[in-house]
Nanobody, 123 residues
Framework: VQLQASGGGLVQAGGSLRLSCAAS????????MGWFRQAPGKEREIVAA????????YYADSVKDRFTISRDNAKNTVYLQMNSLKPEDTAVYYC?????????????????WGQGTLVTVSS
């Protein structure tokens, strides 16, 4: 599967962005999906994950109650709605797919990665 992330940009603190990740292929509904981010000089970290059906989700503590992950299997797309953005949310955001339906927190569990989209939050 190929993944194409989009929707990043520059936003002021307190603002919102919605990231999208479009997947190729007919088996998107079998994949668990995740959003990760990597800030300069830091390791890649989980932001949110969603199961293949959309019934299970996971959020990093740092984004709980601000970010929402969702998916539309008919459109082969996963979304990350980001509200109340903070400067510390600045990073390159990556979407990833896991072939067995649930990827969870660990980047090593994901089989496919998108190219990343830059989110910059100014103070």
């Amino acid at each position: 599967v190929q993944l194409q992330a989009s929707g990043g940009g520059l936003v002021q603190a307190g603002g919102s962005l919605r990231l999208s990740c479009a997947a190729s292929g007919r088996t998107f509904n079998y994949y668990g999906m995740g959003w990760f981010r990597q800030a300069p000089g830091k390791e890649r970290e989980i932001v949110a994950a969603i199961s293949s059906s959309g019934g299970n989700t996971y959020y990093a503590d740092s984004v709980k109650d601000r970010f929402t992950i969702s998916r539309d299997n008919a459109k082969n797309t996963v979304y990350l709605q980001m509200n109340s953005l903070k400067p510390e949310d600045t990073a390159v955001y990556y979407c990833a797919a896991q072939a067995t339906g649930w990827g969870g927190r660990s980047p090593s569990r994901y089989n496919y990665w998108g190219q990343g989209t830059l989110v910059t939050v100014s103070s």
